[in-house]
Structures are given as structure tokens and as C-alpha cells.
């Protein structure tokens, strides 16, 4: 299997920009994509972004499309959501997940990390 470690949430003002890492390890020879959902309370799992591991092709939401940037290190097993221009809005926990597709369905997805809080303060 794999597993998912997640890092890199907090608090931050409106406008104001954070960085999230997810460091994959274990089976990793089987990922096709990995990306990142978010969930806040009362909310239904939500698709943020992905990228499809083989060629880096990349795919947002309507919602965080011009503020965040999804990228990937290879070397490293890593992928990383560059969140810019932070709305309160944003406010979840953030998920990485990795598939054996691609896919931007919450329940289709294959392995989860444990979640890191994003509070966005206005």
C-alpha cells in the first residue's frame, strides 16, 4: 500500500499564502495520480487539485484555479499545493490522496493521508 504524510497547515490572515507538502512512501510504483481534497464541517469531501504523476499534467477546481498550484518532486515522492490569495472560503482540512487513475472523485480515490487543518482568518 501506500502511505501519505501531510505537513505544511496553519492559520493565515485573508489574502495571505501557505504551502502544503504530502510525502509519499510504501508502494508508490503503482500511483498514477496524487492531489489534494479538502473538507470542511458539515461539507461533503471536496476535489482541490491533482496531478497526474507520470506526466505532470495538472487539474483544478473551478474554485482554486488562478490561486493554487499544484507540482510535484519526483526525487522525493512529493507533492506539493502552493495556496495563494487565501479566502476564509478555503478554510477545511486539506486531504492528500493518491489513485490508481485519474480521477477528481473524493470516493475514487485509492490511499488517503491523515489531513492537515487550513484556517483562514478574515
Known amino acids: 500500500q501506500v502511505q501519505l504524510v501531510e505537513s505544511g497547515g496553519g492559520l493565515v490572515q485573508a489574502g495571505g499564502s501557505l504551502r502544503l507538502s504530502c510525502a509519499a512512501s510504501?508502494?508508490?510504483?503503482?500511483?498514477?495520480?496524487m492531489g489534494w481534497f479538502r473538507q470542511a464541517p458539515g461539507q461533503e469531501r471536496e476535489f482541490v487539485a491533482a496531478?497526474?504523476?507520470?506526466?505532470?499534467?495538472?487539474y483544478y477546481a473551478d474554485s482554486v484555479k488562478g490561486r493554487f498550484t499544484i507540482s510535484r518532486d519526483i526525487t522525493k515522492n512529493t507533492v506539493y499545493l502552493q495556496m495563494n490569495s487565501l479566502k476564509p472560503e478555503d478554510t477545511a482540512v486539506y486531504y492528500c490522496?493518491?489513485?490508481?487513475?485519474?480521477?477528481?472523485?473524493?470516493?475514487?480515490?485509492?490511499?488517503w493521508g491523515q489531513g492537515t487543518q487550513v484556517t483562514v482568518s478574515s
Open positions: 490522496a493518491a489513485a490508481s487513475r485519474l480521477i477528481t472523485i473524493a470516493a475514487m480515490q485509492d490511499y
Open positions: 510504501g508502494r508508490t510504483y503503482n500511483m498514477y495520480q
Open positions: 496531478i497526474r504523476w507520470g506526466t505532470a499534467d495538472r
